[in-house]
DNA sequence: CCAATCAGTAGCATATTGCAACTGATTTGA
DNA sequence: TCAAATCAGTTGCAATATGCTACTGATTGG
């Protein structure tokens, strides 16, 4: 039988040809990052989710249905019991740098200049250097040195 | 008076403490990331924006006037005439590392193996190369070698 | 066995978004 | 110059999405 990807239920993409605008049409509500940053700190129980994020539980229950389908997270049966549990896939892990970059412009633009906030730090407790995208010779890029090219 | 920041309407947190939380309050929504994605292809104009991103104007209306209430773009005076139109500031700017993250991660993870799709080049047409967020040393981070640190 | 916890569902109220039509100020062009 | 077109919206109403509260049904712990 005719599948032809192993990808999620095919949804209708706000604009097929932009990579960003298909991201944000599986992630880009008001929850589903907020469910991918809760899970990549290692929460895994509905309950959970649901105490850390305040959203409402049959949003949560919708927005966990659709990570899984879409192939973000996996939903298995916790090894101990039989209770369930939700992982990120690693395509769900792959947007770490996305979770990464949101949270850094968060601190540097979404806080008063005085105001404490949580910091991303690595094993050793050194914060994580903030991304600055480069060109393969290393030069700095920006909005203005780099532009779109249409598929071929 | 008391105004103690230069910052934006105050706004409820849904989670005070964690700068994804509070930037996603601010752009997480379906259309704002599209508008500042497009904004840094060079689109200024309301009806431009409204054309590529497919956006019902009254939306248009309404992200338009929040991302410049919250100072991502500025609207000023077209030089040549006396047309509106739409910048991104300093602020606005500094979300192309989220939104080349975004795009990265649908590149790889939201088209079928075979599928066409653009890339972003720099100047001399070479390939954006992908983000890997790195600690100081050099050494790759992902989620499991990273954590929150809460404010002191 | 009883109470509590977990992972949801169901029903209804509110909020957000989308659509189509309308305005009012330019701008174009015949 | 006058009509048509474009730009940047606004308004009203319909369709969706979200949130809140209460309920269920399966485990689990004591």
């Known amino acids: 039988m005719p599948r032809t990807t192993t990808h999620a239920p095919d949804l209708d993409w706000t604009d097929p040809e ?14 589903s990052l907020l469910v991918v940053r809760d899970a990549m700190d290692g929460v895994r129980s509905f309950t959970e989710f649901q105490r850390r994020t305040g959203i409402a539980r049959n949003i949560l229950t919708d927005r966990l249905r659709k990570l899984t389908a879409h192939g973000l997270l996996s939903q298995r049966t916790a090894p101990s019991g039989r209770r369930q549990e939700y992982v990120l896939t690693d395509a769900g892990r792959a947007l770490f740098p996305v979770i990464l970059t949101l949270r850094q412009w968060g601190e540097r633009h979404a806080f008063a ?5 949580s910091t991303l730090v690595d094993q050793h407790g050194i914060p994580v250097p903030k991304i600055a995208p480069t060109s393969a010779d ?3 890029l920006g909005t203005d040195t780099t532009h779109v090219q249409k598929a071929r």
């Open 113 to 117: 200049p005085g105001e404490t906030h």
């Open 138 to 140: 290393g030069t700095p």
């Open 18 to 31: 932009c990579p960003v605008a298909r991201t944000l049409d599986l992630v880009g509500d008001r929850w």
